[in-house]
Structures are given as structure tokens and as C-alpha cells.
């Protein structure tokens, strides 16, 4: 079955601050990865995503991701947050076998203090 | 091009009432999944649907959950008898294509259900 591991549950920074979120995940094929952003009291949306090619994924808002498939890992990095960066993230996996049904991490809340 | 819809936003129900969650999918998505969404548990996959067939309902509880995706009209989550550990935020998200292939889930408000 899949699972997906973040092991941050709550992470406090200041602006400029350099982050790293990580996300590590439990399936024996291929999968694709996402990473959602859910900000106070509104939808997930989604920051970026892999299916294949280069294992290094820009996304928006200056955030990237590093696809480790020896370490099952997709880690969320941005150099330098903003308190606008201030919301929830959550990493999810989906399976290429299967049902094909997006699996999510229990979130990690970023707080970035001004 | 609206996104995801989902109603109502707010739903407070009284033990042992109905709760109907409704999803309507993004224009051309065939592919909707349910979530319930806990503090400090991140979401539960519920429930994965598409046009009248339920795909995968491993996440869902046994008893009182059911769900449906007709051929007209929108996705509805449904939990009968409602009880207190049944509040939490549902989240519904579509997809626009087969299995298998490569897309992102896109997401709805989602619906708090508070039951009392």
C-alpha cells in the first residue's frame, strides 16, 4: 500500500530564511509526486509536481523539489520565505499501478514570522 | 472557468441526522475523489469515482458513508446517522484524466460538516 512519511509537522522560520520540508514515501513502483499548498481557510493548490524527466522540479512561487528515488524522497526547499509563505503543505503520491488514487502526507504547517 | 465546486460550504447537523456533501467536478473532469481532512491528520482518502462507477472505496468507512457520481448532476458524499467524530472538513478534487495517466488533482473549498 502507499503511504507518504513528512515528518515536520509544525516548522517556524523568519523572512529570508531557507526551508526544507521533507517527504519521504512508500511504494514499490513508479509514482508521480506533488507537492499542494493549502493557505488559512482556503483549497489545496498546487505547487508542483512530477512524472518523469528531470529530477529537480521548479514550481511556483519560488519553490522547487528534488525527486530522490534511491531515498523514496521528494523534498520541498525554497531559499528564501516570505510570511506570505505562512500555510500548510502537503506532500502526496500517486502509484502508476493500481487504482490510481492521489495518497497524502498528514501536512506540514509553516509559520513565517515577519 | 469555474474550478472545483463544492456545497455547502458550512453544514451543521444534529446527531443521527443525514449530511449530503455535493462536488461538482472542473468542466471535462471524469474523475472525482473524496477527503476528509482532521487536525494534525492531514487528509484521508476516502473514496475515488468516476461517472457512475465507485473505483476505489478503501478509505471509506464501513457503515453510514456512501458516495456517488451519477451521469448528470454532481458527486454527492453522503453520511447518514452523523455522529460527533463525523466533523472534520470534506474535500473534494477532480481530475481530468484516465487512470494512469499524468495529472494533478485539482481541489474544492470544501465542506465543514459540524455536527452537535
Known amino acids: 500500500a502507499q503511504s507518504v512519511s513528512q515528518h515536520n509537522h509544525h516548522v517556524i522560520l523568519s523572512e529570508a530564511a531557507s526551508l526544507e520540508l521533507g517527504c519521504n514515501y512508500s511504494?514499490?513502483?513508479?509514482?508521480?509526486l506533488f507537492w499542494y499548498v493549502q493557505y488559512p481557510g482556503q483549497h489545496l493548490q498546487l505547487l508542483l509536481k512530477?512524472?518523469?524527466?528531470?529530477?529537480l522540479v521548479k514550481g511556483i512561487k519560488g519553490f522547487e523539489a528534488e525527486f530522490i528515488k534511491s531515498k523514496f524522497s521528494f523534498n520541498l526547499r525554497k531559499p528564501s520565505v516570505q510570511w506570505s509563505d505562512t500555510a500548510e503543505y502537503f506532500c502526496?503520491?500517486?502509484?502508476?499501478?493500481?487504482?490510481?488514487?492521489?495518497?497524502f502526507g498528514t501536512g506540514t504547517r509553516l509559520k513565517v514570522l515577519a | 472557468n469555474a474550478g472545483v465546486m463544492q456545497n455547502p460550504r458550512h453544514l451543521v447537523r444534529r446527531r443521527g441526522q443525514e449530511a449530503r456533501l455535493r462536488c461538482s467536478p472542473m468542466?471535462?473532469?471524469?474523475?472525482v475523489y473524496w477527503y476528509r481532512q482532521l487536525p494534525e491528520e492531514g487528509l484521508k482518502f476516502m473514496v475515488y469515482?468516476?461517472?457512475?462507477?465507485?473505483?476505489?472505496e478503501s478509505g471509506m468507512p464501513k457503515e453510514r458513508f456512501s458516495a456517488e457520481f451519477p451521469k448528470e448532476g454532481p458527486s454527492i458524499l453522503r453520511i447518514q446517522q452523523v455522529v460527533r467524530g463525523d466533523s472534520a472538513a470534506y474535500f473534494c478534487?477532480?481530475?481530468?484524466?484516465?487512470?494512469?495517466?499524468?495529472?494533478?488533482?485539482?481541489f474544492g473549498q470544501g465542506t465543514r460538516l459540524t455536527v452537535v
Open positions: 478534487a477532480s481530475s481530468p484524466v484516465p487512470r494512469g495517466q499524468k495529472a494533478e488533482a485539482f
Open positions: 511504494y514499490g513502483g513508479t509514482v508521480n
Open positions: 512530477y512524472f518523469s524527466g528531470d529530477p
Open positions: 502526496a503520491v500517486m502509484g502508476t499501478s493500481g487504482t490510481y488514487k492521489y495518497i
Open positions: 468542466k471535462g473532469h471524469s474523475h
Open positions: 469515482l468516476q461517472k457512475e462507477n465507485i473505483i476505489d
